[in-house]
């Protein structure tokens, strides 16, 4: 089993950048992979961006697509997501999620088997 544990969330204004961490207990393989998804409330959980574990090779929602980041560091164990140009719509509780094996769909909650507990992000007009 895999315990993630998410930080760095916040209030910032549009425009500002914010840099979530994502920590996991144990390493996470090259086979695994990682994901990191958003819910407001009332809404669907929906995937931000995904990661091939030890592979440089990303996923991205559309909406997200050139402001965000996804990345790894194996040394840390962490994943993390650089969210640049934030807008109002991004606010969110934000979620890690792992899969010890690859995923066809990396940005669809329902093949992931481990989840963190979510920071909220909130972004200001």
């Known amino acids: 089993q895999v315990q993630l544990a998410e930080s760095g969330g916040g209030s910032v204004q549009a425009g500002g950048s914010l840099r979530l961490s994502c920590a996991a207990s144990?390493?996470?393989?090259?086979?695994?992979?990682m994901g990191w998804f958003r819910q407001a409330p009332g809404k669907a959980r929906e995937g931000v961006a995904g990661?091939?574990?030890?592979?440089?090779?990303?996923f991205y929602a559309d909406s997200v697509k050139g402001r965000f980041t996804i990345s790894q560091d194996n040394v840390k164990n962490t994943l993390y997501l650089q969210m640049n140009s934030l807008k109002p719509e991004d606010t969110a509780m934000y979620y890690c999620?792992?899969?010890?094996?690859?995923?066809?769909?990396?940005?669809?909650?329902?093949?992931?088997?481990?989840w963190g507990q979510g920071t909220q992000v909130t972004v200001s007009s």
């Open positions: 144990k390493y996470t393989y090259s086979s695994y992979t």
């Open positions: 990661i091939y574990a030890g592979v440089d090779y990303q």
């Open positions: 999620a792992a899969n010890g094996g690859r995923l066809f769909s990396p940005l669809s909650p329902q093949g992931y088997t481990y």
